[in-house]
């Protein structure tokens, strides 16, 4: 609460500036303060810890600071890990594959085939609304769809398609990739759209008098406009995938690991250093990731 | 594509799109439906009788969880979230327009707060607290974990409305006399408040729906998503879908009602 009050006091800021004269880049750094606060104190603060903390030593119900490097050695030394990386940027690429397709052609399809404004943002809500809603929810209503019992296997046993239950719809990699798509497909339509809404329409009246197919004004004029909208939705897309732990936990029923999943299984066995070690061996790797992704794409030009 | 006749294109991408509206809405309908389920039906289709039974179950039987305490919690939380992230949010996005020293680095945290997986800030933050002493409680440490997703997005926006923003409108009310801070009230104000409005839905919404960064930082009482969370793992009766749909619909209202007021802003706005 104690945030709230000073930002509440730095609201009135320029009323104040006046009488006392602040110059106008004193009145910027009092504006990014709090921002600057937060996210020092939840944010790098707790990131710095879990860096000192990886380095602690541990039993089974405390830590002791200390300077050991066997929670790295038994991280990055274990088949298990890798195989854990290997998991997750599978489901990472799957679901970034088919998010972006579907991203696209959904971005796509309101910015240059709906003629009114109105229209597209009513379409874009009709997108947008159940991402507002809880994740949870949302990835076990998949349940009654796929299970055993469920609406497709009733759908496709009394179609007479399959003989009995597919087994593999629910708790399956499958499910997992199913549930990420729908749950995070937004991500990569809403920073194609922006991208797409922002391109001048004379360019494809001027490719089209050129002489340009509609396939080619699409690959030649619009593909490439588009990459800046679809670099942000992949950063979103990836950096959520490679965080996720309960989507895979409850799609694939237990049977299926990705990295966050490992790092909650230590935490509630209380071996915070050993998913400390783990954190940041992610965070570096995701970090490295989008700034790989932001040397193609400037986000302050985009936005 | 601006032509008189819709192309074949057209309505290859319409049904495209209505198939993917359809994957949206498909499964949160089914959950809908299911949650009228009869006192014997059970988790998937056929329905076994319509009844209200499980929503009745909902409000009476405390034995499964808190669900009162913390849908309290839960609202509460987001309302606190809300209000922080658009007076910061708003705050930031003012200091962004002029140059400062920091202000690429501060923009770029604000990226990173984005990125960092949401179960490291969890496990940081539960750690933090953990070693200076504090309990965790869901107003300061869930409170504090959970700005860290909403922050970013009402920052981006901010700084997406302040670049489309001309600054010759505040240039004219000074030019007729008006003080810098009746400027912002009476010029800058009005023009943003619906983004603001809109900044307000995302802070509230996303932090009434986190889970990731609630479950180190909640402390002894557990929030809405955590309690859902929780459920699926030992519960096994329609319940589940009647908590589902309550909380559902109640996301819809928050969503329709701030839409609305945005409208209903807009339109007052050109009207004068």
Redesign the interface.
Known sequence: ?A??TS??T??IE??R??SFRLS??A??????T???L??G???????L??AV?SFWDYDFAQMYPDFVTFNYAETLGSWVTWKTYLNTLKFALFVWAITLF?GF??A???A??I?TTAMQMV?F???T??F???????M??????L?R???VN?TLLNAGIVPEPIEWLLYSDFAVVLAMV?LY?LFMVTPIFNTLMRID?SL?EAARDAGAS?WQILTNVILPLAKPGMAIGT??VV?LV??D??TVQ?MSGGQSASV?LM??NQ?SLLQ?PA??AN?VV??VF??LM?AAILRIVD??KE? | ??GDKR?R??YM??I??AV??L??????S??LI?SFQGPNGG???PLNGVSVHWFANLFETQAVGDFGGAFRRSLLLGL?VM??TV??????G?????H?I??TA??Y?????????????S??????FQ?IGLQPSW?SSAF??H??WT?PFG??IM??VF?RFSPAYEEAARDLGA???QT?RHVVLPMIAPSLIGVG?FGF?LS??E??RT??TAGTFNTL?LE??GM?TNVTTPV??AL?TV??IF??LV?AGT?GLIVHLNRRRQRS
């Not at chain 1, 009145?27 to 990014?32: D, F, M, R, V």
């Not at chain 1, 104190?41 to 990131?47: E, H």
């Not at chain 2, 007076?87 to 930031?92: C, E, G, Q, T």
């Open positions: 609460m945030t709230m930002s509440e730095e609201q320029p009323r500036a006046k106008p880049t009145i910027s750094y009092l504006q990014a709090p921002l600057t937060i996210l104190a939840f944010l790098l603060l707790p990131i810890m879990i903390v579907i052609w959904v796509y399809f309101l240059f085939h003629r379409l809500l009709v997108c609304v159940p507002l809603t809880s994740n949870i929810i949302r076990i209503s998949w349940i009654p769809v299970g019992n469920g609406l009733s729908h497909t329409k494809v509609g950063i979103f950096t490679m965080a732990f309960s409850v966050a790092m909650k935490m915070y998913a400390a954190a992610l965070l995701v970090l989008v986000i302050r936005l | 594509m601006q192309g294109e057209f991408l319409a495209f799109f993917f509206v994957f949206l809405y498909g499964p949160l089914a959950i299911l988790l998937t289709f606190m209000i922080v007076v910061v949010s708003l705050l930031a003012l200091a962004f327009r002029r400062f920091g202000a501060l923009f945290l604000a990226v990173a707060s984005l990125v960092v997986p949401s179960i490291i800030i496990l940081g933050i539960g750690v933090l070693q107003f504090g974990a700005l860290t922050l920052v981006l700084f997406a670049n003080t810098s801070w912002f839905l919404t009434y729906d889970f990731a479950l180190m998503p859902i969370y699926t589940l879908y589902g909380t559902t996301s819809f969503i839409l």
